[in-house]
């Protein structure tokens, strides 16, 4: 993998110099482990003059959940506790005649910007913008195995509540039920709060899981998803407790599956991203429910669990082929519930099979 860090580092360096910045400071975490190979808590990456340092406040950690440090760098431990790893960084950049910084504005805080000009006071600092986030949206085969892993392991937790009991269990218990098996099953944890969602909940996007009990009739959603090795995807199923599905629960199910499908469909390469929202939305909009949809029909995984591109009606640019999306349109009527569809996929070219579906647990409306 030391190849594959120093590659990457070298496009961002590439990017850095044709903006007129020879060097680089990364503290977002999720940027730092995509360079680095691994983020201890604090740590920053620099991209020096004459070398890259990862500039940490104790030795990394050695779990293989954390990553590992790209054998190719150097790692500089600070002497003294409470010191802030970026400000070292500046401090070394000056000390070896560096002048200019490109630094991630988006993610420093003003105070953290004043110490770096207050101890390198004649260092000129420059925005570098999004630019590793830019780096990370197409995913290498290393990535997307990791991505397919996780998806393994959150359709194989999701399998095995669908077998247990569930009416009288609260949405909270189930939800620490299945962050329990995604660990179990080798995750290095849940991707992000899993959302367990009953009755008149049913459908909501982020909803945080109460008390309250399944009951038989209910509509049961949920949403989850394992973070493997620092890459996190989500699946997000629909289901009837107890009895056969009403009229009204087949006849939303059915749509918002139209939905997805079409979304899923238009995971193309080249394929606009408001086109990809525009393909599910419309078709929502059409039978009456533009009113309370959420902002965006899906977004990109990685490292994190909500990443460039968004699939969203006002979202710029096009989709490349290796990029994973989720697409995940759903319905939420008020006092009685709601339908959400949620897969991880990876945009491929017609020519090889056309987009790649990670999350595979079935998307017919089963009644539990």
């Not at 044709?18 to 503290?27: C, K, P, Q």
């Not at 940027?31 to 406040?57: Q, S």
């Not at 289901?239 to 139209?258: H, K, M, N, R």
Request: with cysteine.
């Amino acid at each position: 993998m030391s190849e594959v860090y120093a590659s990457r580092r070298t496009r961002l360096r590439e990017r850095c110099n044709a903006s007129g910045s020879a060097t680089a400071l990364i503290s977002r975490p999720a940027n730092v482990r995509y360079l680095a190979g691994a983020a201890p808590r604090g740590a920053v990456l620099l991209l020096g003059r004459r070398e890259d340092l990862l500039v940490c406040t104790g030795p990394p950690d050695d779990r293989p959940s954390e990553g590992r440090p790209d054998e190719a760098l150097r790692i500089h431990v600070l002497r003294l506790p409470g010191g802030d790893p970026a400000v070292a960084a500046a401090d070394l950049l000056v000390g070896e005649g560096g002048d200019s910084l490109a630094v991630e504005e988006h993610h420093l805080t003003v105070a953290r910007h004043r110490a770096l000009s207050s101890v390198a006071p004649r260092l000129r600092l420059a925005d570098l913008g999004g630019a590793v986030e830019q780096l990370r949206v197409v995913k290498d085969e290393e990535e997307i195995s990791c991505l397919r892993i996780g998806a393994e392991i959150a359709d194989q937790a999701l399998g095995e509540l669908l077998e247990s009991i569930l009416v009288g269990r609260t949405e909270r218990h189930l939800a620490l039920e299945l962050e329990r098996r995604l660990v179990d099953h080798g995750a290095d944890g849940p991707a992000f709060p899993t959302s367990v969602a009953t009755g008149p909940n049913s459908g909501r996007r982020g909803h945080r899981p109460t008390d309250r009990r399944v009951e038989e009739g209910d509509f049961l959603s949920v949403c989850l998803g394992a973070s493997y090795r620092g890459y996190r995807c989500e699946i997000g199923r629909t289901f009837v407790i107890g009895t056969s599905p009403a009229d009204w629960q087949i006849e939303l199910y059915d749509l918002v599956f139209a939905a997805q499908r079409a979304g899923r469909e238009a995971l193309v390469p080249g394929a606009a991203f408001r086109d990809v929202d525009r393909a599910a939305r419309q078709i929502l909009d059409s039978a009456g429910h533009s009113e309370g949809l959420p902002a965006l029909t899906g977004h990109g995984v990685g490292l994190e669990i909500e990443e460039d591109p968004q699939l969203s009606p006002a979202a710029m640019g096009k989709l490349d082929a290796c990029v994973p999306v989720t697409v995940e349109p759903g319905v939420h009527l008020p006092g009685r519930g709601g339908v959400r569809i949620d897969d991880t996929l990876v945009v491929r070219p017609e020519a090889d099979g056309g987009p790649e579906l990670l999350t595979i647990t079935t998307k017919e409306l089963l009644a539990l």
